[in-house]
């Protein structure tokens, strides 16, 4: 297998995506991990969730400019599942697209395991969105712009609506506000009230684009907080974000968009699990620990230009076994350090770019 093949995996269950060419065996080793991670969210295997949201090859083009290409997505049911992406990498077109608000070029979605658009009828009064945010009128309370909302909806009946716009203000901790003119609200409180608009009817999926954008960091802590407990009651969450640092607070998945390509899905825990840890030997005796950790069987041991530090990479070579080997044949260890890469390690290796991570 060619360097590049060992590049390429699979996103989902349709085409190779092929990411950056960097030649480290970290890189190669998080790749691996992704083959695993990947097919552990299909639910074509035994005991696996089912899918609320998969994609096949899914394309869309503007002009001449492909934006979305070919992604398979898969979101499971009961996750929060970031949808992670640069601006630009096409997570808005996709979602537009899951909703059945512009058509694919290609491919095939299935929302709630029904065809997009075919049976939209069916499938998207089960689902919750927030995309662009709905127009809420400034001199009207909270309370009678959900109203106004509420009322047009042909599938809500009129008689229940009173409880139904409590009972959505109450599950965003608005109810106490629902008399405030929405011009008073603040900005957290503003998208605490589109989240609510998207619970008048009972859903079992929310998909909420950038829902914390703009938001200061009280509001964007609202939202989270407001997402997880969405997902405790049963809800199954896609939230875009262009922010590592939030995905990696609030969700279970992550899949990462890149340059109109899903380049990684799966459990953050896999990838995580997946990344390759760093052994840092600081001693007096350079050659001598190298050449212990060569025996041990680790690899890419190499000497760091000052000499008293050898690095190396563990592999299945158990951690607790290093140090006493290196004391055994009497070589002395001033310090030793086990790393791992941080997520955002992880991304700039899949993408060759970082992410945004200040939050
Ligand atoms: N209606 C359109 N016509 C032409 N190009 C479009 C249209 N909508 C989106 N694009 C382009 O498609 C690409 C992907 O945009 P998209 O909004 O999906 O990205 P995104 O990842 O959601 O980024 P952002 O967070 O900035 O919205 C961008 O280059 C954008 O300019």
Request: charged residues 20%; contains cysteine; hydrophobic residues 45%.
């Amino acid at each position: 297998m060619s360097l590049h093949d060992a590049h390429s995996f699979r996103a989902g269950v349709g085409d190779d995506v092929r990411v950056g060419d960097g030649e480290s065996a970290a890189e190669m080793a998080v790749i691996a991990g992704a083959t695993r991670t990947v097919g552990a969210v299909s639910s074509e295997g035994a005991g696996e969730p089912e899918a609320l949201i998969r994609t096949r090859r899914l394309t869309k083009r503007f002009r001449h400019a492909t934006v979305v290409d070919g992604i398979d997505l898969t979101v499971p049911a009961g996750a929060i599942y970031g949808f992670l992406g640069p601006n630009g990498s096409g997570k808005t077109t996709t979602i537009r697209m899951l909703l059945g608000l512009i058509r694919p070029v290609a491919g095939e979605v299935e929302v709630l395991g029904l065809p997009i658009p075919a049976r939209s009828a069916e499938a998207l009064p089960r689902v919750g969105s927030l995309v662009e945010g709905p127009a809420f009128h400034p001199y009207l309370s909270g309370w009678a712009n959900l109203a106004r909302i509420d009322a047009a909806d042909p599938a809500a009946d009129p008689r229940t609506a009173r409880t139904r716009i409590d009972a959505a203000l109450d599950r965003v901790g608005l109810l106490a506000a629902a008399t405030k003119r929405y011009r008073a609200y603040s900005l957290g409180m503003r998208q605490r009230l589109a989240i609510a608009s998207a619970l008048l009817m009972p859903r079992e999926l929310l998909v909420l684009d950038e829902p914390t954008n703009g938001l200061d960091p009280q509001g964007t802590r609202e939202v989270r907080h407001l997402i997880g407990q969405l997902a405790q009651e049963g809800v199954t969450v896609l939230v875009s974000s262009h922010l590592l640092s939030e995905v990696e607070q609030m969700c279970s998945h992550i899949g990462v968009m890149y340059e109109a390509k899903l380049v990684w899905q799966g459990r953050i825990d896999d990838l995580r699990a997946g990344a390759v840890q760093t052994v840092r030997v600081e001693t007096e005796q350079p050659a001598e620990a190298a050449r212990v950790l060569t025996d041990l069987g680790l690899a890419d041991v190499a000497q760091d230009p000052d000499g008293r530090v050898v690095t190396g990479l563990p592999g299945e070579v158990e951690i607790a076994s290093i140090v006493p080997r290196l004391v055994r044949e009497h070589v002395s260890v001033l310090g030793f350090t086990v790393s791992a890469p941080s997520l955002e390690d992880l991304f700039v290796q899949l993408t060759g770019e970082g992410f945004d991570v200040s939050g």
